[in-house]
């Protein structure tokens, strides 16, 4: 029943900012672990950022620290990937995934999520 749909995705230039969303319906995300990852054509799905939502623990690729803002509102159960100065490297379908016993870890390093998201397409282009 629970059901995770990703908003937000489309082109910008090299530099320029997206602000991706992930609604969660089917029950509260309190306790969840959500994650938004990445995968490109021909490239391995990888993590972007993962967060429990209750205490706000996070973890975020290298590559997007500094650039790259996860947040969540759980009044609303929707997170949130805030994606600034975008680089050529950034281009993927990007999913966002939960753990509803809330393992971060686990969803972090391995992948492990009960629900995944359809994805949404993000597109870096000059």
């Known amino acids: 029943q629970v059901q995770l749909v990703e908003y937000g995705g489309g082109s910008a230039q090299p530099g320029g900012s997206l602000r991706l969303s992930c609604a969660v319906s089917?029950?509260?995300?309190?306790?969840?672990?959500i994650g938004w990852f990445r995968q490109a054509p021909g490239k391995e799905r990888e993590g972007v950022s993962s967060?429990?939502?209750?205490?706000?623990?996070?973890y975020y690729r290298q590559s997007v620290q500094g650039r790259f803002t996860m947040s969540r509102d759980s009044a609303t159960s929707t997170v949130y990937l805030q994606m600034n100065r975008l680089k050529p490297e950034d281009p993927a379908v990007y999913y966002c995934?939960?753990?509803?016993?809330?393992?971060?870890?686990?969803?972090?390093?391995?992948?492990?999520?009960?629900?995944w998201g359809q994805g949404t397409q993000v597109t870096v282009s000059s």
């Open positions: 995934a939960a753990n509803r016993r809330g393992y971060l870890l686990q969803l972090w390093q391995r992948q492990a999520a009960d629900y």
């Open positions: 967060m429990h939502i209750r205490d706000g623990n996070i």
């Open positions: 089917g029950g509260s995300i309190d306790g969840y672990a």
